[in-house]
């Protein structure tokens, strides 16, 4: 299915209902093209690995509601921009919430799905969404924005919407007439941190304190807790993480969006970039946290427990991941959407982006409305919370705030 062929570029967009129809070394030159040299990739949601794992897996595909509709963008020499876009019939597994807006909509008589997603399916990690091979991001974002919309409007979809993109790519969409929505998450940053107890020095003593107390109490639960990456990761604590994950999913979502299957799909094709962190008791796995590892970020994305013990959670999923990003000198640790309670275990707020078409003129100005107002509210939010952090105050931090 072809999208569009732009005759003064001759530039061709086609469709593609999965991802096995592209080579997979066409696709990672644009995702990730810094890993040409055998490295890391910087995001390795976008790779043709962890989509793939998602699509063989079942879990994106019929019945998800997430139907792959992937672009990619071909000249004269070949594909120089790709993007992973799904048709969804839902808004779950998204993290970047438009229910309001299509209550809104269909209680105007209109219907909102299905809409166009570009996105990495369950994961609200930024990265780039407009994948194009180094040099090509002016034009691979334009011809892959076009490419979109006109998908939406040739079968009259209401909306495409691009989530947890780059800053740099939100910038370039608002110039090329997308909706820009900001949003928040917690995140860490490695300012080049010996140690953890250099990290800890450059809180206030009670923040200080209270991180010390609650990682002698996550470590008297009774077991061990190792932190597992490539072939230390063995198939059997999957079987151990899918109970924590199927719990963890219950009470947060109702049904998991990962079937059992995408996890050794993963473990077969990324256990390299994966660290999972295991807390035993008896040799027994009790609770686990699953993060992904990039070239200069750690990706914090599943917890789960079969046990209930006091602080294991944070260490798990948060001083286990400061831990790892500082022995391997990442600069960034994110650990997933909400959770004020970073706060206070160094993770500061930080903006996250998306861009949103609607073709429907009446919803576009209602939603523009509201993310211009939504922005103002965010950026203050930032800002104050920012203000609370548990850093020690400099001098200077001081004198600005008797201002």
């Known amino acids: 299915m072809r999208a569009r062929e732009l005759e003064a570029d001759q530039v061709e967009i086609e469709v593609l209902t999965s991802i096995d129809q592209i080579e997979e070394d066409q696709w990672q030159a ?10 890391r990739p910087e995001d390795p949601f976008t790779t043709y690995r962890f989509l793939a794992a998602l699509e063989h897996s079942g879990s994106v595909g019929p019945g998800s509601g ?3 509709h992937h672009l990619v963008a071909r000249d004269g020499s070949g594909v120089f921009a790709v993007a992973p876009l799904y048709a969804k019939s839902h808004s779950q597994g998204e993290y970047i919430f438009d229910h309001g807006w299509a209550d809104g909509y269909e209680r ?5 799905y299905p809409k166009l997603q570009i ?5 609200p990690a930024t990265g780039r969404r407009f994948l194009t ?6 034009r691979g974002r334009a011809a892959l924005v076009e490419g979109a919309v006109r998908l939406a409007a040739q079968n009259a979809l209401s909306s495409v919407h691009i989530t947890f993109c780059t800053e740099a790519e939100a910038e370039a969409g608002r110039e090329m007439g997308l909706l820009h929505r900001v949003t928040q998450q917690f995140h860490w940053e490695n300012r080049a941190y010996a140690d953890f107890d250099a990290f800890l020095a450059t809180l206030s003593s009670r923040k200080r304190k209270n991180i010390r107390k609650e990682r002698a109490t996550a470590a008297a639960f009774g077991g061990t807790i190792r932190a597992l990456t490539g072939d230390a990761i063995r198939p059997e604590h999957w079987d151990a993480f899918w109970r924590f994950y199927q719990d963890t999913g219950a009470r947060k979502w109702g049904t998991p969006y990962l079937t059992r299957a995408c996890f050794d799909r993963l473990h077969e094709t990324m256990r390299e970039d994966m660290l999972l962190v295991l807390a035993e008791s008896d040799g027994r796995p009790v609770a686990g946290a699953l993060n992904f590892i990039g070239r200069s970020r750690l990706y914090g994305r599943y917890w789960g427990a079969v046990e209930d013990h006091p602080c294991l959670h944070f260490e798990l999923c948060y001083y286990r991941a400061i831990d790892f990003a500082i022995a391997h000198g990442l600069d960034t640790v994110e650990a997933g959407a909400q959770g004020m309670h970073k706060l206070s275990r160094g993770y500061l707020p930080t903006p996250t982006h998306s861009l949103h078409w609607i073709a429907d003129p009446g ?6 409305h509201f993310l211009r107002a939504e922005r103002e509210a ?3 939010e930032i800002e104050v919370i920012t203000a609370y952090g548990p850093f020690r105050k400099t001098a200077k931090d001081q004198e600005e705030e008797q201002e």
């Open 363 to 368: 919803l576009r100005a209602a939603v523009d």
């Open 30 to 39: 644009c995702a990730c093209p810094e890993a040409a040299d055998g490295g």
């Open 378 to 380: 965010v950026a203050e």
């Open 108 to 112: 105007a008589g209109g219907q909102y």
């Open 119 to 123: 996105a990495v399916p369950f994961t």
């Open 133 to 138: 091979r180094p040099g090509q991001e002016t």
């Open 66 to 68: 997430w139907q792959p």
